[in-house]
C-alpha cells in the first residue's frame, strides 16, 4: 500500500445489508484515489479475509472530507 494511502484519516461505519467493500470504497471517495485502490485499502484496514460482509460488523473506511 502506498504510503499517502496507508495514511489516510479513517472513520467507522457500521455495516449495512447490501453493502460491499466496493460498494463502501465508492461512497467513501477520496480525491486523487481509484475505487480498487480504496477497496484494498478497505480490505488491508480491516484484516478482511474475503470481501464478504455482515450487517452490523464494524469497519473502518476513508473519513469524508
Do not use: F
Not at 34 to 44: D, F, K, N, P, Y
Not at 47 to 63: D, F, K, N, W, Y
Amino acid at each position: 500500500m502506498a504510503v499517502a494511502l496507508s495514511n489516510l484519516p479513517a472513520e467507522e461505519i457500521t455495516v449495512a445489508s447490501g453493502d460491499s467493500v466496493w460498494g463502501l470504497a465508492a461512497r467513501h471517495s477520496v480525491d486523487g484515489y481509484s475505487t480498487s485502490e480504496l477497496a484494498r485499502w478497505i480490505t488491508e484496514k480491516n484484516s478482511l479475509g474475503s470481501c464478504e460482509l455482515h450487517p452490523g460488523q464494524s469497519l473502518l473506511v476513508p473519513a469524508s472530507s
